[in-house]
């Protein structure tokens, strides 16, 4: 009886022990999913992506550059969703997705300056106090950046409302947070950062105010290229770079659709053809000829669409619209990488994870999942012994 008591607790503890082992494999392995998804994919991923390189012709036909460049990045429409429309998981995934993707970017790439070009929140243009600081809060910690690193902020229609629920109160609310400057001059070179939604064109106070402030700074940049011929006639205060500017805005620059655009992140085919509304989907005719006269813009970036595009305007003059950076909005959010100088920039584009790739890998680490516990419970054979026995099979015969 002693003996039957000691086999039968050396049987117990045998299986214990294989069950506290297969449990720990099973942890280990759910581990190893969640780190390669939430953290290592970034990395893989983003490590792929090389500042592209600023070079002009110097004697003998061989390539250097010439001037101190600067790393910029730009991204858009990041829609941090609010109390209204934000169910908490959608919240918590797609948030999540970005502030890995923008620190591991950070961490990697080490750009000088990062632009967000509007459609910060996806609910401020109606968004209590309360909500409104919480949105901020949760945008502070997932963009937080070094202080070497500046952070530069252009203002969209979810921000502040379209133009016919913007208000001073909204425009104020933003600017307190973000105090966003409308020229910003760096390493030589000028980026004008305009309020899309105030260039409605139809003499609102609002718009009045931004049309004038986009004046002065036509007068000032003028003003630079024109020194060299006519030093002191820019008024007080240290002139400004003598380098046309980079535009950033909300919306882009009136075209009829994105029937031209292509590339993997460019507008579905069944929407390419869909005629873009003015003042909604993109700028007036009127105010896109107004900035391309006053600014002479040599590259413009925008966003809004939350597709890849480029397209010329005037004499040549590229635009870029950059997709959103949200999971909420694409499958293969990206950003652009530029490297520019007074006279020359190169642009590259870097993509971040898809979602495809990620729920694809959970359902795949799932289903495994799955079949290690029915073989573990005898539901099914080993898919090892499976293959044993179907071998022995055919060698048999």
């Excluded at 117990?12 to 581990?31: Q, Y």
């Excluded at 961490?107 to 109606?126: A, R």
């Excluded at 718009?207 to 820019?234: F, T, V, W, Y």
């Amino acid at each position: 009886m002693a003996a039957f008591r000691f086999g039968f607790g050396r049987l117990n503890f045998h299986l214990l022990k294989k069950r506290s082992f297969l449990l720990l494999k099973l942890i280990a392995f759910v581990c190893s999913v969640l780190l390669f998804c939430e953290f290592l994919i970034y990395y893989l991923v983003i490590l792929r992506c090389n500042w592209p390189e600023v070079k002009t012709p110097a004697h003998g036909g061989e390539q250097e550059t010439l001037e101190p460049v600067l790393k910029a990045m730009f991204l858009a429409d990041t829609h941090l969703l609010g109390e209204v429309r934000g169910h908490w998981l959608d919240k918590l995934r797609r948030e999540w997705q970005m502030e890995r993707a923008f620190q591991t970017a950070l961490w990697l790439l080490q750009p000088e300056v990062v632009f967000i070009l509007g459609d910060i929140f996806d609910e401020g243009k109606w968004s209590s106090p309360q909500a409104w600081a919480d949105d901020v809060k949760r945008f502070q910690k997932m963009f937080r950046h070094p202080g070497h690193v500046q952070l530069k902020v252009v203002v969209g229609n979810h921000d502040i409302g379209f133009h016919y629920q913007m208000n001073r109160y909204r425009i104020k609310r933003f600017e307190k947070v973000f105090n966003p400057e409308r020229l910003f001059s760096w390493k030589g070179i000028n980026f004008v950062m305009v309020n899309s939604v105030a260039l409605e064109g139809d003499g609102c106070n609002i718009c009045s105010e931004a049309e004038a402030e986009l004046m002065d700074i036509s007068h000032k940049l003028n003003c630079s290229r024109e020194q060299e011929q006519h030093p002191g006639q820019c008024g007080e205060g240290p002139p400004l770079p003598a380098s046309a500017p980079v535009l950033l805005q909300h919306f882009p620059l009136y075209r009829r659709s994105d029937a031209n655009c292509s590339g993997e992140d460019a507008a579905p085919p069944e929407e390419k053809g869909i005629p873009f509304k003015e003042r909604y989907d993109v700028l007036s005719r009127e105010a896109s000829q107004k900035l391309l006269w006053w600014l002479r813009p040599r590259l413009i970036l925008s966003g809004h669409t939350h597709s890849g595009c480029e397209v010329l305007h005037g004499a040549g003059v590229p635009e870029l619209s950059v997709p959103s950076f949200s999971w909420r909005n694409r499958n293969n959010p990206s950003f652009i990488m530029g490297s520019l100088t007074p006279t020359e920039y190169a642009l590259a584009k870097c993509y971040l994870p898809l979602e495809d790739t990620v729920l694809t890998t959970y359902c795949a680490a799932a289903g495994f999942l799955v079949v290690l516990m029915l073989v573990h419970l005898g539901l099914v054979a080993s898919p090892v012994l499976f293959g044993y026995k179907l071998l022995r099979k055919f060698k048999t015969v």
